[in-house]
């Protein structure tokens, strides 16, 4: 048991599928910068393979405008902040993109900070969109209209949640049963666990769904766990 809770205690605890079901890029950062994980939307974006992904330092990976933010952005959420900004890449196939950036602490059962869950949503066709329409509001207007380098402290309690995503209370059973979602637990593993039936799991996964506005279980324990809605303990 102790080499596994060296290397950190997320590595048993977010099931790599899961994080492949979402078209965002989403990338495990050691607080040294270099990738421990990263989905395979965030391969294809950065043109990476994956077997290369271990050990890259990912700020290395984006365009050098952003590096410093990017270094400073890491060094923050290492500290526990949660952090946002807009950055960039850059790939032969698919030319200058966009990208809304959100870096939650991953903390171990101690609380401690061990790594970092970095977010990354490409907002290229709304970034494009809102500098032709400037009055749409939105949020990649407000990105479009700010200089590079723009960056945001995402404090706890930001009723938007740290991904801007609508955030809507969930009770402590939909957090538990989003917790061994995120483990890739069944319905039915989660039910013998937590002592309820798997009808009972079911509502209550349902439930965050509809509450976090997800499209399944597996983008709602994504999202409920980059906007702090728990952390990777029960």
Known sequence: MAPARARGRYDHLIAPEILDVSPDCIKIIGLDGRLRHMNRAG?????????????????????????ELGFRSLGEAGRGSNIRFRGLSEGGDTGLRHWDNMLTPLRNFSGIVENILCISRDVTDQVAL??????????????????????????????????????????SRERECLFWAMSGKTAWETSVILGISR????????????KLGAVNKHQAALMALNQGLFKLAP
């Open 43 to 67: 391969c294809t974006a950065l043109q990476i393979d994956r077997h290369e992904v271990s050990g890259t330092e990912w700020v290395r990976l984006l365009p050098p405008q952003v590096h």
């Open 199 to 210: 009808r009972t799991v079911e509502f209550h996964l349902a439930n965050a769904v509809k």
């Open 130 to 171: 809102d500098r032709s329409l400037p009055a749409s509001g939105t949020i990649a207007s407000s990105m479009a209209d700010e200089p590079n380098g723009s960056h945001h402290n995402l404090p706890g309690d930001d009723p938007a949640g740290a991904s801007g995503f609508k955030r809507e209370l969930l009770s």
